[in-house]
């Protein structure tokens, strides 16, 4: 199950009933386990499984926890009967229709629309040592961990109006531009910049070697010069 500390939706609904239950002595995995099942049941549907768990009529299903047994021809591949478990979140479920009482409010309409179990607070070490004669007797020191309960019923169609005004204020809200939205961007291709001097003479590529002779020297033909040397 998601862990959080508290269920704002149900505070927007007018009828609900909520119960909460700090340090707890009770394992979270059972707990954790019975939130999963109970959860859309009513009150009254709730508080019969747990005491048929409580009983080992009907077990309970542990679908995220490894090596445990199977239960053949109960329709659960594999679970448990946590009996402390299930008496104490009974307790508590009594007491959460006890609340919906005082609020006036027709307990049986309702359903369990949120369970959570969270750790809770660390007790002190549990257990003592003996005398130490050769080797360690005795219970061994356990720290145990509580567990914060919270329960709340209220009715289906409530909760779905609910959630039904949220999106349409999310809708309503106008989305707001942050700095990096603008961020990505198509760039353009730099124009080619032409670094050449307008005073400056233009040479072309193509020229000839012939063309950067200077005017006033002599010009001497390449056969000329071939032919003197042949004479010598």
Known sequence: MVLKSSYQGALEMKQYARVQILNANISPKYARAIGIKIKGKTIKEAIKYLQNVAAQKKPLPLTKVRKVAHKKGAGVASGRYPKKTSDAIIKYLKQLRA????????????????????????????????????????????RTRQQYIEIIAGS??????????????????????????????????????????????????????????????PKVSTSATSAKGSKK
């Open 99 to 142: 609340n919906a009482d005082a609020k006036m409010l027709d307990t049986d309409a309702f359903r369990i629309i949120h369970f959570v179990a969270n750790p809770g607070n660390r007790t002190k070490w549990s257990g003592y040592f003996k005398a130490q004669h050769g080797k360690r007797n005795g219970n061994p020191k356990i």
């Open 156 to 217: 289906i169609e409530a909760k779905d109006n609910v959630k039904k005004a949220r999106l349409i204020n999310k809708k309503q809200i106008p989305k707001l531009k942050t700095k990096g939205s603008n961020i990505k961007q198509k760039t353009k291709p730099r124009d080619v910049i032409d670094f050449k001097d307008d005073n400056s003479p233009k040479v072309s590529t193509s020229a000839n070697i012939t063309d950067f002779k200077d005017d006033n020297s």
